[in-house]
């Protein structure tokens, strides 16, 4: 099994482009999830997916879209770069949970990141 | 306000010897999950170790354990026999029904980079 792997592993925009990142996982999870990574903190949630044809917004969602349109996938498109937008990107999935808070069912699983750069 | 405070930004510790680092969190709710991920300097997240508000015994995992003190509000990941490949940053998360994701969203700590000396 491969795990969590995205697509590409690094990219420099210019700011006002546009990029899409892939990330895929061959685990059946049926919950995926779209972090960034900014220098001296830990991670925050930008979008996330419960299932197939659904997404949902996280923490930090804005300048940032997202699809799901197979179990297997998960997109996170950026439509006109910002230097803001900076980061370490990671995906993780997870299997869904099982309704209790202090269960470990959906532990998350993360990819290897994109580093991304706008100029 | 921040939920999850790792006080360490940075430890060292001697190949062989065991290490803990850090992790205070704050939550109004009684059911709750906690978890430890590494990063290595290659940049992946790693998962190590897990602990329920409810799980009795403290969460091991080969060297990993975790120090869960709940009416303290700490979850201190211990590292045991530290070999130099446990060189990383070290995150602890926490499961947040309060956020605005809910359940769904894992906040983290800014982390502790562990450096192993040989």
């Known amino acids: 099994n491969a795990g969590v792997t995205q697509t590409p592993k690094f990219r420099v925009l210019k700011t006002g482009q546009s990029m899409t990142l892939l990330c895929a996982q061959d685990?059946?999870?049926?919950?995926m999830y779209w972090y960034r990574q900014d220098p001296g903190m830990g991670l925050r949630l930008i979008h996330y997916?419960?299932?197939?044809?659904?997404?949902a917004k996280g923490e930090v969602p804005d300048g940032y879209n997202v699809s799901r349109l197979k179990k297997q996938n998960f997109l996170l498109g950026l439509e006109s770069a910002a230097p803001s937008q900076t980061s370490v990107y990671f995906c993780?999935?997870?299997?869904?949970?099982?309704?209790?808070?202090?269960?470990?069912?959906?532990?998350?699983?993360f990819g290897p990141g994109t580093r991304l750069t706008v100029l | 306000a921040q939920k999850i405070t790792q006080t360490q930004p940075g430890m060292f510790v001697q190949e062989k010897e065991a290490v803990t680092l850090d992790c205070t969190y704050d939550?109004?709710?009684?059911?709750?999950?906690l978890f430890w991920y590494k990063q290595p300097s290659s940049g992946e997240m790693i998962f190590l170790i897990y602990?329920?508000?409810?799980?009795?015994q403290n969460a091991t995992e080969g060297r990993y354990s975790l120090n869960f003190q709940k009416a303290r509000k700490s979850a201190n990941l211990v590292i045991s026999a530290s070999q130099l490949g446990d060189s990383a940053m070290y995150f602890c998360?926490?499961?947040?029904?309060?956020?605005?994701?809910?359940?769904?969203?894992?906040?983290f700590g800014k982390g502790t980079k562990l450096s192993v000396i040989p």
């Open positions: 993780a999935s997870s299997y869904a949970s099982d309704g209790r808070e202090d269960s470990g069912t959906d532990t998350q699983y």
């Open positions: 602990q329920g508000s409810y799980d009795e």
């Open positions: 998360a926490m499961r947040d029904p309060a956020s605005g994701a809910g359940s769904y969203q894992l906040t």
């Open positions: 997916s419960v299932g197939e044809g659904t997404t």
């Open positions: 685990m059946n999870h049926e919950y």
């Open positions: 939550t109004s709710d009684q059911s709750y999950g």
